[in-house]
């Protein structure tokens, strides 16, 4: 497991936008929905491609590409193409700091 990774102060992400961050070979994209932050790996399972900067409708993520969504507090793929959820990953606030890591 790897330790935590520094996104950006929690002052730069404010709701509706993402930041993305590597952690070793794993990109991260963590999203702020409302105030609240969640975490995971920015790759559709369908065939590759980046999810952030696609549509946000509610909580799921739709790949810019061809349309698969995703739950982002659970990871769960919600329509086709995709039907393999992504990884989700724990964010944590410290000291008005957003964090994350790849804990796989």
């Not at 330790?3 to 993402?18: D, I, M």
């Not at 975490?39 to 349309?67: K, M, N, S, Y």
């Not at 990871?75 to 959820?85: I, L, N, R, T």
Request: net charge negative; aromatic share 10%; proline share 6%.
């Amino acid at each position: 497991m790897s330790e935590w990774l520094r996104v950006c102060a929690q002052s730069e992400l404010l709701p509706g936008e993402f930041k993305v961050v590597w952690d070793r070979d794993v990109a991260i994209a963590v999203f702020n929905i409302d105030g609240e932050l969640y975490a995971v790996e920015d790759i559709c399972t369908h065939d590759g491609g980046e999810l952030a900067g696609g549509e946000i409708h509610g909580f799921e993520v739709e790949c810019p590409r061809h349309g698969a969504r995703f739950d982002l507090r659970s990871g769960a793929a919600m329509c086709p193409p995709a039907y393999e959820p992504i990884a989700k990953f724990p964010v944590k606030v410290e000291n008005g700091a957003i964090y994350t890591r790849d804990d796989r």
